[in-house]
């Protein structure tokens, strides 16, 4: 009888073991959506400080720049690294800022690939984590560490702006923010965090982005077996759904530009097609012929840069060369 009652008692506990587990995993799954994604996202407006700074000279394709690679620091987002390209003559009057997200040529590396930027001032944002994993592999370990830098990139960059909107060099009335690849995933948060706390962004430009992380994620890991491939994906998009941009889309206003390739296999048609629907804003949509920008493309990235650059003097958000 006794044994009979430790055998029961065990059975009992071997399945609360089984169990426990998956109550765990419905449980973060319905906390996550449930989670209101702007509150997520939200570490409030606070002071940014410089803490270090270096300043260099830079020969690009065009035209000679000065560089200042910058740590910012606010207590509300951790550390900020950003470069900093000013033309070499002295600044009169203030000028236009663009905020460029690259992809996998993240900070500085992304300024190169615009061979000439004028009476304008650009900001490479570096991200606090490496977005190399979304495209070489997302191992599960990884996606703790991912989730604590990816959700710190919107409020990182609308500090940022008001930051930079602050400066004696900066034409606060012409700021924009500009997407690409990895990059514009980011872009409708940013611009849903900044208008919430009144921050004025100008237009924006989302290239070569999507909407629903978890088909863009699937659509990057296919070295993975399928199970491994849509378990990896599921998790990775719930734990950053706060960064969905299909959560953010409806909420923007103002006028952006989008910019896609027919041929992207990175960015599935469907993704950035759902993107173009969501944006109630004023857009101009831009369909090539390509697949996917990257640094291996040259002519495709000068491209999409000249569509940009143009897009940008028409919207009066940049000087002319």
């Given at each position: 009888m006794?044994?009979t009652v430790?055998?029961?008692v ?8 089984i169990?426990?587990?998956g109550?765990?995993?419905a449980?973060?799954?319905?906390l ?5 994604p702007?509150?997520a996202?939200d570490r409030?407006?606070g002071d940014v400080t ?5 300043r260099y000279?830079v020969?690009?394709?065009?035209e ?8 910012l ?7 900020i690294?950003i470069?900093?390209?000013f033309?070499?003559?002295p600044?009169?009057?203030?000028l236009?800022?663009?905020?460029v997200?690259?992809?996998l040529?993240i900070?500085r590396?992304?300024?190169?690939y ?11 944002y ?5 977005p190399?994993y ?7 370990t ?10 710190k990139?919107?409020a990182q960059?609308?500090n940022l ?10 034409d ?8 690409y690849?990895?990059g ?10 900044a208008?919430h706390?009144g921050?004025?962004v100008g ?10 992380i978890y088909?863009?994620?699937?659509a ?5 077996p399928p199970?491994?491939r849509?378990?990896v994906?599921g998790?990775?998009a719930l734990?950053?759904r ?6 953010h889309l409806p909420?923007l206003q103002?006028?952006f530009?989008l ?7 990175q960015?599935?048609r ?19 012929n390509e ?9 495709l990235?000068l491209?999409?840069v000249?569509?940009?650059r143009r897009?940008?003097?028409e ?6 060369d």
């Amino acid at each position: 009888m006794i044994a009979t009652v430790k055998i029961t008692v065990l059975l009992k506990i071997g399945a609360l073991l089984i169990l426990l587990p998956g109550l765990l995993l419905a449980g973060w799954v319905l906390l996550q959506l449930l989670r209101d994604p702007l509150a997520a996202l939200d570490r409030g407006v606070g002071d940014v400080t410089v803490v270090r700074e270096s300043r260099y000279p830079v020969a690009l394709a065009e035209e000679s720049r000065s560089y200042r690679d910058l740590v910012l620091y606010s207590p509300r987002t951790d550390s900020i690294h950003i470069t900093i390209s000013f033309p070499v003559d002295p600044i009169s009057e203030p000028l236009p800022v663009l905020v460029v997200l690259g992809g996998l040529e993240i900070g500085r590396k992304s300024l190169q690939y615009i061979p000439r930027h004028g009476r304008n001032i650009l900001i490479a944002y570096q991200y606090p984590y490496s977005p190399r994993y979304w495209y070489d592999g997302t191992p599960l370990t990884e996606v703790p560490a991912i989730r604590r830098s990816v959700l710190k990139v919107p409020a990182q960059l609308e500090n940022l702006i008001r930051w930079a909107r602050r400066q004696s060099w900066c034409d606060s009335n012409r700021v924009a923010l500009l997407g690409y690849s990895f990059g514009a995933m980011f872009v409708p948060a940013v611009y849903r965090l900044a208008w919430h706390h009144g921050t004025k962004v100008g237009p924006g430009i989302m290239a070569y982005g999507g909407s629903n992380i978890y088909q863009m994620l699937k659509a990057n890991l296919k070295f993975l077996p399928p199970i491994g491939r849509y378990l990896v994906a599921g998790v990775a998009a719930l734990a950053i759904r706060p960064v969905e941009p299909a959560l953010h889309l409806p909420h923007l206003q103002g006028e952006f530009l989008l910019i896609n390739g027919v041929d992207d296999h990175q960015i599935p048609r469907e993704c950035w097609e759902e993107l173009h629907r969501l944006l109630p804003a004023k857009k101009t949509v831009v369909i090539l012929n390509e697949g996917h920008m990257n640094p291996a493309k040259p002519d495709l990235t000068l491209k999409v840069v000249r569509l940009s650059r143009r897009w940008l003097l028409e919207k009066g958000v940049t000087n002319p060369d």
